[in-house]
């Protein structure tokens, strides 16, 4: 059981808005990358890649790195994780390639706020019926108020882009990201409470997105689909890889203590200072009233699920119910 205090509320939740930021300059170098390549798995691939590889050059010489692997697979072989525990960077690959596919037409802001709605109602769905490494958390009226705000910025920030063609497609598969990555985000607490370090975790993360973006490029291969002859020679292009490294790393940390709802929320948040920014300092699709709206009623969500009264609530339910998942 988790003892209440600041590291229970005010320091994780400024790790996730911290993370957030991180996501929101991922989110434009993956869709600039995307745009080069014009085609956003293979950018994704690409950049996922290059985590991947900075991952694999470290964790292996860290002893917590080394040690946390022999405690996920003795896990396993004892049926304390299952396989499906391991597939969170399945979901992480579905939340990139978003970015690389959507980005790029509807703009950061945008983008962002429609992960916002997949990650609110699937991080309220997560956190009362899992729980993730840390205790189930109940739908309570403030949960829900910040979840359904979050469904409202989206509305709200995609107003203006319903009618252009094939965009409303392009914002609602964000929305299906968000829902991923809430999942992500529980898969890859419950791996790192129990190798007792994130490094493992978001190894195993990078790994299982790696492959899963391979497999996808293969398989369209397979029916003839083209692929991509070059890609852009630019470093700095690849720099989402290595932004997604932290930001798995803070998640599989901070969300077992402030659960994936709040965690999604913060992040979010995060993520909206960056996004709104970066629209209006480069180039590209410009924030509107309506995306400075939904930003507004994002923070609002954020402030609504985070108030001192509702972890109050949460900390009496985590001394009932104890720390479980699925075995």
Known sequence: MEQAGPGRGAIPIAG?????????VQARLNGELGSRVGDGVTATLASTSVGLLGLLAIVPLL???????????AAIRSRELRWWHLAGGVCGAVFLAGQGISVGSVGV????????????????????FWGGAGAPRPITVARTAGAVAC?????????????GSGTLALVVLPVFAGV???????????????????WPATLINFVVAAGSLSLALTIRAGFGGDLPGHLPAEPLLYLGGLIGVGVVSVATIVVRRIGVLVF???????????????????PGPRPSVATFAGVAITFGALVLAAHPRF???????????????PR
């Open 180 to 198: 991923a990555i809430a999942v992500q985000s529980a898969l890859n607490g419950r791996v790192g409470a129990v190798a007792g370090s994130p």
């Open 311 to 325: 972890r109050r609530s949460e900390s009496v339910q985590d001394v009932r119910s104890p720390v479980s998942g």
């Open 109 to 128: 802001a945008v983008f962002t706020v429609a992960v916002v709605g997949g990650s609110a109602v699937g991080g309220l769905l997560m956190d009362r």
């Open 264 to 282: 999604g929320l913060a992040s979010v948040s995060g993520q909206l200072l960056g996004a709104v920014l970066l629209d209006v300092l480069t």
């Open 151 to 163: 469904v409202v910025a989206v509305a709200v920030t995609g107003r203006g882009a319903w009618g």
């Open 16 to 24: 996730a808005v911290t993370a957030g930021v991180g996501l929101a």
């Open 63 to 73: 002893p917590v790195g080394r040690r946390g692997l022999r405690l996920v697979r």
